[in-house]
């Protein structure tokens, strides 16, 4: 588990990589818990609030940069 205070840490650039990784291994466990093959069911958790904590620092770095 990464905290918000280590995302504000990284660039957007890397915020939106991690972004990319999580919203792909977000898409697999989908397919994995359809067919039945989803093992580590409390990672879907784990990964869509990492997505959510993700979207957060990057709408507030966007805020502080507009201003």
């Not at 991690?18 to 359809?34: D, G, H, I, P």
């Amino acid at each position: 588990m990464t905290l918000a205070a280590d995302h504000r840490a990284k660039t957007p650039d890397q915020l939106k990589e991690q972004l990319v990784s999580l919203k792909k291994e977000q898409f697999n466990m989908r397919f994995q818990k359809a067919s039945g093959q989803l093992e580590n069911t409390s990672r879907v958790r784990e990964v869509r609030r990492e997505i959510a904590r993700i979207k957060t620092v990057l709408g507030q770095k966007a805020q502080t940069a507009a201003k």
